[in-house]
């Protein structure tokens, strides 16, 4: 079992291009989380599908950030115009259903400068 | 936010030594998850907990959902449990988590 696996494990990109941050959950699991880490504002959930339909995004920022499971195997966290504000560990996790012990990934470090 | 409070915010501890952090909410929760961030970043799943306590090793963890608290009890701490420690719950039955602001721990000799 080889996890969580994200990539890249860190980007850099310049104020204004575009982001795309890969995951692929736990075989079997159904639930994809995606979360982002600050030191300022902590773990905090951005959005999460269950059998790849969007469950609820109430975390993503309505401009710019757009997030998408097109199979069971992986999922994906785009960030248009990113912006230095947006330089964070982005964590995606996975848990079997989404109601049990979550998973977590290695993150991708987002540096936008 | 303060919608689950952890503490101490930060701890040391001498090997072989026992201490306890806690996490207290102000939501309805139906669930807790303690992680372990180590110092590289990978966040390690500890407990998931309904109310009522497990056991795991030199870990034991509690969730008390009437009184609305957890607590992770560490006993002869070792140089590896250092990191920070977060413990999260979930909204209203939710599987969205909210997390504390995290108790850092360091283990030294």
């Known amino acids: 079992n080889a996890g969580v696996i994200q990539t890249p494990r860190h980007k850099v990109t310049g104020k204004g291009q575009e982001a795309t941050l890969w995951c692929e959950p736990i075989?079997?699991?159904?639930?994809v989380f995606w979360y982002r880490q600050t030191i300022v504002q902590g773990l905090e959930f951005l959005t999460y599908f269950r059998n790849q339909a969007p469950i609820d995004d109430s975390g993503m920022p309505k401009e710019r950030f757009s997030a998408q499971m097109p199979n069971q195997s992986h999922s994906t966290l785009k960030i248009q115009s990113t912006q230095p504000q947006d330089s964070a560990v982005y964590l995606c996790?996975?848990?079997?259903?989404?109601?049990?012990?979550?998973?977590f990934g290695h993150g991708t470090k987002l540096s936008v400068l | 936010g303060d919608q689950v409070k952890q503490s101490p915010s930060a701890l040391s501890l001498q090997e072989g030594t026992n201490s306890a952090l806690r996490c207290n909410f102000s939501i309805a929760t139906t669930t807790v998850q303690w992680f372990l961030q180590n110092p590289r970043g990978s966040l390690m799943n500890l407990f998931y907990?309904?109310?009522g306590t497990k056991e795991n090793g030199r870990l034991k963890s509690t969730f008390n959902s009437k009184e609305s608290y957890s607590t992770l009890h560490i006993r002869d701490a070792q140089l590896e449990d250092s990191g920070t420690y977060f413990c999260?719950?979930?909204?209203?039955?939710?599987?969205?988590?909210?997390f504390g602001e995290g108790t850092k721990l360091t283990v030294s000799s």
């Open positions: 907990l309904v109310p």
């Open positions: 075989s079997g699991h159904s639930a």
């Open positions: 996790a996975s848990s079997t259903t989404g109601l049990e012990r979550l998973f």
């Open positions: 999260a719950a979930d909204e209203g039955g939710s599987a969205k988590l909210i």
